[in-house]
């Protein structure tokens, strides 16, 4: 896929959602959770069906967030239905938009794309035959992270593997820690989040570790088949930012914790 330019109003709407630099005693990355939605609040037609959502002015922003984040983390069912890449194909322009290829021509893609991470306790994706593999052969992307509940037995070469219990009661994993592992285990100071519908569902609900959010809104509606996404608790938002394009529009803002 070629990207079309980013549209400049798009760089100062995005810029205070963006990742910050932290202080070394902050136990956790920046976390940016982002995702395309329908009107209806679907993010696909069905559970395991891939479906697009976005219009090419979104699609752009969406590797221009990658630029700025170290990690980028789906879980196993978005990994298997639709065998991202989770690479980032922004061609280097500046913090204006402005085209900055002679600067960048000669970097491989993989320099500046995000370290893709999966949640997969079950241990049911393979990297092996994978697109991301594929991209990192070719010097495009880079290898993944895995979140596992234990390690396999035959380690997939290039992977690395990050053990993670999660509670009984819940399913959950503990989300604090998880990202504080990506932070001290493997330096990684920001993550964005990119789905599927239970990791979107789980953060929603977490104003605690989701530092910014950003839901891009299709010009469609998938029904009610649709896979819908909302948080398991009341959450209001603040520092609420809307941007419209020819066809989708972006909501940028904070998660607040609501009292009932």
Known sequence: ??????????VPFLQEYLPTVRSSSDSRPF??????????????LGPGIRTA??????????HYLRYHHAGILVGAGTALADDPGLNCKWPGRDEQGQDNDEVRKDEPLSLHSPTPIIIDPS????????????????GE??????????????PEKDVRYLVA????ATGQFDWP????????QFQLDSVMVEGGA??????????DVVDSLVVTVGSTYLGAGGVAVSPATPVKLSDVSWWRGKRDSIMAARLTQQSM
């Open 141 to 154: 992307g880079k290898p993944p992270i895995v979140v596992v509940e234990r390690l396999p037995e035959a």
């Open 177 to 184: 820690w998880l990202l504080g592992a990506l932070k001290s």
């Open 31 to 44: 976390v940016t959770l982002t995702y395309a939605q329908s009107l209806d609040a679907r993010i696909s």
């Open 1 to 10: 896929m070629s990207l079309d330019p980013l549209r400049p109003d798009l």
């Open 53 to 62: 959502i976005s219009d090419m002015e979104t699609k752009v922003m969406t």
């Open 165 to 168: 219990s999660r509670d009984a």
């Open 198 to 207: 239970c990791v979107i569902k789980a953060l929603l609900a977490r104003p």
């Open 123 to 138: 241990q049911k994706w393979r990297f092996t035959g994978s697109k991301m593999q594929q991209l990192f052969a070719a």
